[in-house]
């Protein structure tokens, strides 16, 4: 009869995963007792240990861990980044750099692509906030972050990467985006260009815009108009990047030189440069794998991108820490005699930039 109990079981749970009552009644022990087992209890009998252990690995148990980390209060132990274009290198990089951090606190990070789709962006921060993650990094799509102001609201934890929070209070961490494409611009015109054509993300992007608002003020320091034909904004993609510098190239007075905003738009540019055979000057935003194989003269603006994803890693743990309570307040928050420790207030980082140059 027991045997016949037992087929039943089987029978009304095929395709479930285990218990730890099912890992308890092959052992011949209670449910209390494996439980001890598996979370390492030296009380157990050693003989005792060895047959769940045993029970457990027949069956193929694993244990919920978000499960009894939420039992516990202590969250499920993920960490969500949301970024725009994961064939960008600059975000492999950055998620390396995020993960080296939360890793080290126990934490692991769930990595969300939104293709630029901002519908996209709602529904995956939507679904990190119902999957209880334990704070979000984001790089926003757009201008439009009320998904991510109503996460914060909820009470996630939210770090913004690459472009600052609006409409809302949260720690970002940004790239000197301005400085960085002034700095290019003004090298291509300390060499003689007086047409210097600009190649940039969609307008809503705001680093695309920062590093818009960096060539134009360069231009205007040497004295120089900005001629809307020579700006073309919108690619995120090589070929596309390609299609609109081949069009810059064949205007009856060309750019004499080209700056990119992203690496995508500069490997483009370089493209349609080879193409039409001319000397035209490249200058972009973002250093890459094997620009200094390109053959022709390049610069680049260079910053450490592992490090920008490191320091939202850090700001995202410290908030994680605080909304535990399990830490002092670090610069900036305050601490009252007799009273707990104040919210620190947002924090905003900028990453340093400089120029490399490549090629002949």
């Not at 390049?298 to 890693?313: F, K, N, P, Q």
């Amino acid at each position: 009869m027991p045997e016949r109990r037992d087929s039943i079981r089987r029978d009304s749970r095929a395709g479930q995963p285990p218990t730890l009552r099912d890992v308890a009644e092959r052992a011949e022990v209670s449910a209390m007792t494996a439980s001890r087992v598996l979370r390492d209890d030296p009380r157990v009998l050693p003989a005792t240990r060895d047959r769940v252990r045993a029970a457990a690995a027949a069956l193929g148990y694993r244990p919920n861990v978000v499960a009894r980390s939420l039992r516990l209060g202590r969250g499920t132990g993920l960490v969500g980044l949301v970024v725009t274009n994961l064939a960008n290198p600059f975000y492999s990089r950055l998620a390396l750099g995020v993960d080296s951090v939360v890793a080290a606190d126990g934490l692991k990070t769930v990595i969300g692509n939104t293709g630029q789709d901002l519908d996209g962006e709602r529904d995956l921060v939507a679904d990190l906030v119902a999957r209880r993650v334990d704070g979000i990094i984001a790089v926003p799509a757009g201008s439009d972050q009320r998904h991510l102001a109503a996460a914060a609201s909820e009470g996630v934890p939210v770090v913004l990467a690459s472009r600052p929070p609006d409409g809302f209070d949260a720690d970002c961490v940004l790239v000197d985006d301005f400085g960085g494409a002034r700095d290019a611009t003004a090298r291509l015109l300390s060499r003689g260009h007086r047409r210097v054509g600009f190649l940039g993300s969609p307008p809503a992007v705001y680093t695309g815009t920062e590093r818009l608002r960096g060539y134009t003020a360069a231009l205007a320091d040497a004295g120089l108009p900005a001629d809307t034909r020579l700006v073309s904004q919108g690619q995120t993609e090589p070929a596309e990047a390609e299609r609109a510098a081949a069009r810059l190239l064949a205007l009856p007075d060309p750019p004499t030189a080209l700056f990119c905003s992203n690496n995508r738009n500069t490997i483009g540019a370089f493209r349609a440069i080879r193409a039409t055979g001319t000397d035209t000057a490249l200058a972009g935003f973002d250093d890459f794998e094997l620009a200094d194989a390109l053959g022709l003269p390049l610069t680049l603006v260079a910053y450490d991108s592992d490090e920008l994803g490191r320091t939202a890693g850090r700001l995202l743990v410290e908030r994680i820490r605080e909304r535990r309570g399990g830490c002092a307040a670090p610069a900036g928050g305050e601490k009252a005699d007799d009273g707990p420790v104040a919210p620190m207030p947002p924090r905003r980082v900028v990453a340093p930039t400089g120029l490399v140059e490549y090629g002949p």
